[in-house]
C-alpha cells in the first residue's frame, strides 16, 4: 500500500477538525500534539514497536493507539484498518533498504555494460544493503524481526505487500543474477537466489543482540557486531553456492 498522508482537502475539512477527539488530552486539558499530522507519525512508530514486541498477530489496534496516546479512531481516520496500517510499517522500514539495494545494483550493471555484470558485484548489492540497514541506532535488527513474521506468519495483507513492493526488486536481482551467469537456467537461478536469501536472514537473526546465537555458539569466535564480516562471509559463502554445479 502506498503511504497514505494526512486528510487535508476541503472535502475533508469537516473530518479534521473532528480529529481533536481522536487525540487523547494531557492532564491541563490541552491537546498532547501541536500539528494534525504529529498523531499519524505517533501510530507508526508505535505500531513498529508493538509489532516487533508482540507480533502482527496478537497486537491489537488498542495497544497501539495506547503508547501512540491517541483514541481507535484515530487508526482507522489515518489507515483504515490493522491491515493497513501493518503494510505503512512494512513500507516505512523496508523502503531505504530496498532503494540501496537497487541502487547498488544499477550501479554494478552500469559498470559492467556492455558486457555481463560480475557475480561478486550483484552478490555485494544484495547482501550489503540488507546487512546494513536492518540493523537500528541500538545495534538490534528490528526489520529481521518483522520479514521473518511475514515468512513464517503469512497473512493476505503481508502477501499482497510483498507482491506490490518487494517483487520488483526481487525480479531485478533475478535478471542480474541471469546475466551474471548466462549458463545457468532461471530455475536454478531462482532456487539460489531463495538459498541466499534464507542464509541472509539467518545470520542476521542471530547476530541480533536479542539472541547473539552465533557469537555464543562459536564460542566468541564469531564477532556479529562487525557487519563487514558478516558481509564478507555470507558473500563468500554465496557466490560459491551460485557457481555450484546444476543437479541434473
Given at each position: ?46 505500531a513498529r514497536e508493538v509489532f516487533i514486541e508482540q507480533g502482527f498477530d496478537l497486537a491489537t489496534v ?38 540501496a539495494r537497487i541502487e547498488a545494483l544499477e550501479k554494478c550493471e552500469a559498470a559492467a555494460r556492455p ?134
Amino acid at each position: 500500500m502506498a503511504p497514505v498522508g494526512p486528510l487535508q482537502n476541503d472535502d475533508d475539512s469537516r473530518e479534521a477538525k473532528n480529529l481533536g477527539c481522536m487525540v487523547k488530552k494531557a492532564d491541563n486539558g490541552t491537546s498532547s500534539v501541536n500539528r494534525a499530522d504529529e498523531p499519524r507519525e505517533r501510530i507508526v512508530a508505535a505500531a513498529r514497536e508493538v509489532f516487533i514486541e508482540q507480533g502482527f498477530d496478537l497486537a491489537t489496534v488498542r495497544d497501539i493507539t495506547r503508547r501512540a496516546d491517541v483514541n481507535v479512531a484515530a487508526v482507522n481516520y489515518y489507515f483504515g484498518s490493522k491491515e493497513d496500517l501493518i503494510s505503512e510499517v512494512l513500507n516505512l522500514m523496508m523502503e531505504p533498504y530496498t532503494h540501496a539495494r537497487i541502487e547498488a545494483l544499477e550501479k554494478c550493471e552500469a559498470a559492467a555494460r556492455p558486457g555481463f555484470p560480475v557475480l561478486e558485484e550483484v552478490v555485494g548489492a544484495l547482501v550489503r544493503p540488507m546487512v546494513q540497514f536492518s540493523r537500528d541506532a541500538s545495534g538490534a535488527r528490528p526489520l529481521t524481526r518483522l520479514i521473518l513474521q511475514v515468512r513464517s506468519r503469512p497473512r493476505e495483507s503481508t502477501n499482497r505487500f510483498f507482491i506490490r513492493r518487494v517483487d520488483p526488486a526481487v525480479f531485478r536481482f533475478i535478471d542480474a543474477f541471469s546475466r551474471a551467469l548466462p549458463d545457468m537456467q532461471r530455475r536454478d537461478i531462482f532456487w539460489r537466489y531463495n538459498f541466499s536469501i534464507g542464509a541472509i536472514m539467518q545470520v542476521l537473526i542471530d547476530s541480533d543482540p536479542a539472541s547473539y546465537r552465533l557469537k555464543q555458539l562459536s564460542g566468541g569466535l564469531c564477532d556479529t557486531d562487525d557487519d563487514e564480516e558478516i558481509i564478507r562471509q555470507l558473500s563468500r559463502f554465496i557466490c560459491i553456492g551460485f557457481q555450484a554445479p546444476a543437479i541434473g
